[in-house]
């Protein structure tokens, strides 16, 4: 079975301060990880995907996320906050096992709020 | 952009009632899928539709539900006899042709289903 965690149920950031927010993932062969972000009253919006290749992966609107193997964490980044980054995040993965199945499965969201 | 979208935006019904939340995703995406966040959970895998057929499904996923792309742009998700605890918003997904293991989900702004 596959998991997501997401320690964190609310970050508190000053804009222009950089942000992090944080994701480990459990399964039982190899991970394709996904971060999406949900402003009030929408659908998730797609920021960034690892699936393979350099550790490190840009997004858009400046995020960026680092794939850890070792620690089994993909955690989100932004070098500087903006206000209107205030938003929940959502951490996601797959398993790219060959077990067949499309299910994505998300972690319980983090709320950032980036105080101006 | 295309977009995925979502009718009704709200419903409200009684429970024991029938209701059917309708989406119409991007043209060109081939892989639909249907989603759940109940208010401050995390969001939940249903069921994933290709070629006019379930192609997997959660366990949250039971008799009461179906789903039907009854025409070539319309995906229904029908809940028979609502319950409580069906109140949730639900989220229609799709995917580009091609892998869908690692393509991005493209989400509607959802519907969000309240059972007094």
């Known amino acids: 079975a596959q998991s997501v965690a997401q320690p964190e149920d609310q970050v508190n950031v000053a804009e222009g301060n950089p942000l992090t927010v944080k994701c480990t993932y459990s399964v039982s062969g190899n991970p394709y990880l996904f971060w999406y972000v949900q402003y009030p009253n929408r659908g998730l919006q797609f920021l960034l995907k690892y699936i393979t290749g350099d550790n490190l992966v840009k997004g858009s609107y400046g995020f960026e996320a680092e794939f850890n193997k070792s620690q089994t964490s993909f955690h989100l980044k932004k070098p500087s906050a903006l206000v209107s980054d205030s938003a929940l995040y959502f951490c996601?993965?797959?398993?790219?096992?060959?077990?067949?199945?499309?299910?994505?499965?998300f972690g319980k969201g983090t709320k950032l709020s980036v105080i101006p | 952009e295309p977009e995925v979208t979502q009718t009704p935006s709200h419903q409200v019904t009684q429970m024991g009632q029938e209701v059917i939340l309708r989406c119409v995703p991007i043209s060109n995406h081939l892989y639909f899928y249907w989603y759940r966040q109940i208010l401050g959970q995390k969001v939940e895998f249903l069921v994933s539709f290709y070629n006019n057929e379930i192609s997997e499904k959660s366990e949250i996923f039971d008799d009461q539900f179906s789903v039907e792309r009854p025409d070539g742009s319309n995906f229904t998700l029908k809940i028979r006899s609502t319950k409580l605890e069906d109140s949730a918003m639900y989220f229609c997904a799709s995917t580009i042709r091609g892998d869908a293991y690692n393509s991005p989900l493209h989400f509607g702004n959802g519907t969000r289903l309240t059972v007094t």
């Open positions: 996601a993965v797959r398993d790219h096992s060959g077990a067949g199945s499309y299910q994505l499965t």
